[in-house]
């Protein structure tokens, strides 16, 4: 266990519907500190990098339309275990398999629509940090640490 930053990010669906404090809040009150917050529309040039990734699929081109529909808010996440907690907090890619207490889960039915996305390894949130807050995270110390963690 180790303490990580995540990127989170409510899709264009989450925001229309009005799930962006939910989301948030879950995150916040399971412990974790927020470092990074932006509503951002970036376009498609922008969302194909964040899904370089996925380009040779066939859902790739309904996936980037969908991202580039609306605006988009973006976070960065830090605390223990952060990366893996995130994906458990948002369920599986089908809000069909998801685990009913998890964001996807309680909110989305179908993959093109999961309201969510999170980092899936370490090593893509550091790429996700760096192509969503090229500048710059903030440092804070929180006074909850010592509440939440136990050393
Ligand atoms: P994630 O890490 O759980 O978000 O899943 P992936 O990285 O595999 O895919 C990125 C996003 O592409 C998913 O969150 C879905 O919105 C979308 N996606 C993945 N698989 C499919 C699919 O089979 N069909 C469609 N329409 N969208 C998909
Ligand atoms: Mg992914």
């Known amino acids: ?4 930053q995540t990127y989170i990010m409510v ?3 989450g925001v229309q519907r009005g799930l962006v404090g939910d989301i948030i ?14 509503m951002a529309t970036p376009g498609k040039d922008h969302l194909e990098k964040h899904y370089a990734d996925l380009s040779s699929k066939a859902f790739f081109p309904g996936l980037i339309s969908y991202m580039n529909s609306g605006p988009v808010v973006g976070m960065v996440w830090e605390g223990r275990d952060a990366v893996k907690t995130g994906r458990v907090m948002l369920g599986a890619t089908d809000p069909l398999k998801s685990d009913p207490g998890s964001i ?11 309201v969510c996305h999170g980092s899936d390894t370490v090593e893509n ?15 804070w110390t929180s006074a909850a640490y010592n509440w939440v963690y136990e050393k």
């Not at 009150?29 to 470092?35: A, C, I, Q």
């Not at 996700?128 to 995270?137: A, M, N, R, T, V």
């Open 25 to 38: 809040s879950r995150f916040e009150k399971r412990g974790y500190k927020l470092v990074g917050l932006k």
């Open 104 to 114: 996807r889960g309680a909110y989305a039915l179908e993959v093109g629509r999961n």
């Open 11 to 13: 899709k264009p669906d």
């Open 1 to 4: 266990m180790s303490t990580e």
């Open 125 to 139: 949130a550091q790429k996700e940090i760096k192509l969503w807050f090229p500048e710059g995270l903030n440092s």
